[in-house]
Nanobody, 129 residues
Framework: QVQLVESGGGLVQPGGSLRLSCVAS????????IGWFRQVPGKEREGFRCVGSKGDSTTFVASRQGRFSGSRDAAKNTVFLKMNDLTPADTAVYYC??????????????????????WGRGTQVNVSS
C-alpha cells in the first residue's frame, strides 16, 4: 500500500525558512516519481518540483521553484523540501505525491495534477508576522 506522509509545516515569519519532509512507503523508487505540490486557498493545486525515479534527477517549474530546494535520503525513503525567504504568498498546504508515470515534466503540468496517483494528506505552511 502506497503511503506518503508529509511533515514540517507550521507558522513562520516572513523571511524565515522551513524544511518539509515526505516519508514514502509501499512502492519502489525505481517505478515512481515523487513531486511536491501546493494549494493556496481558493486556487488549484499546482506542482513545482519533482524527483525522478531512482532519485537521480530533479525537475522543477522555474516560475514556481522560487527559493525552494530539495534533497532525498534514499535510506530513509524520504524526500525533503527546503523553503527559504518565505513570504505570505507561500502560505498553502504542501503535498507530496507519487505517480507511476515516469516523466516529471508531465506530472508537474497543471492538467495532469488531478490524475496524479497517490497523495499525502499535506502539511500546512503559514507565513505571517
Amino acid at each position: 500500500q502506497v503511503q506518503l506522509v508529509e511533515s514540517g509545516g507550521g507558522l513562520v515569519q516572513p523571511g524565515g525558512s522551513l524544511r518539509l519532509s515526505c516519508v514514502a512507503s509501499g512502492f519502489s523508487w525505481d517505478n515512481f516519481v515523487i513531486g511536491w505540490f501546493r494549494q493556496v486557498p481558493g486556487k488549484e493545486r499546482e506542482g513545482f518540483r519533482c524527483v525522478g525515479s531512482k532519485g537521480d534527477s530533479t525537475t522543477f517549474v522555474a516560475s514556481r521553484q522560487g527559493r525552494f530546494s530539495g534533497s532525498r535520503d534514499a535510506a530513509k525513503n524520504t524526500v525533503f523540501l527546503k523553503m527559504n525567504d518565505l513570504t505570505p504568498a507561500d502560505t498553502a498546504v504542501y503535498y507530496c505525491a507519487t505517480d507511476r508515470l515516469l516523466d516529471c515534466s508531465v506530472v508537474l503540468q497543471d492538467h495532469y495534477v488531478p490524475a496524479v496517483d497517490y497523495w499525502g494528506r499535506g502539511t500546512q505552511v503559514n507565513v505571517s508576522s
